[in-house]
């Protein structure tokens, strides 16, 4: 019996958004020194969306990815960018541990924290495009 589902493995065997983006718009790094995984997120926005409204309009035109870590990490990574693909920043903002465990078929519980990682990876990239553009930091820590 396998600690992973079919789509967890899936995810791992042929990651979705793998890679890096050359010139992003934004990236985020994110580890965990007790189980020595590392996220890796990048992002490259469309800001004509967002253009003359709120920047948080702005929509995600590509993300990618790169992780170093077990099955969990990388399947994780992989359906965060999925999830977070074409969505606005305010949208992507709100994703959370419960969209990407649904998404996958339910993390084995002592792997939650890889989700909780890619979901903080995502919010510190989007957090630095704000930065970048000079507007206020996300302030919702779900």
Known sequence: MSLYNEKIMEHFVNPKNLGKIKNPDAQAIVGNPQC???FSLYLKID??????????????????FETLGCVAAISVS???????????????????FQDINKELGFLPPVKVHCAQMA???????????L???NKTQITNDK
């Not at 003359?52 to 035109?61: N, T, V």
């Not at 960018?81 to 305010?90: M, V, W, Y």
């Not at 995502?122 to 495009?129: C, D, N, S, T, W």
Request: charged share 35%; proline share 2%.
């Open 47 to 64: 800001p004509s969306i967002g253009s003359g409204q709120d920047i948080m309009e702005s929509k995600i035109a590509d993300i990618k």
């Open 36 to 38: 020595g995984d590392i």
């Open 131 to 133: 930065v970048r553009n």
């Open 119 to 129: 979901i903080r990876a995502l919010r510190k990239a989007i957090e630095e495009y």
């Open 78 to 96: 992989s359906m965060v960018t999925e999830i977070a693909k074409g969505k606005t920043l305010a949208q992507a903002e709100k994703i959370d």
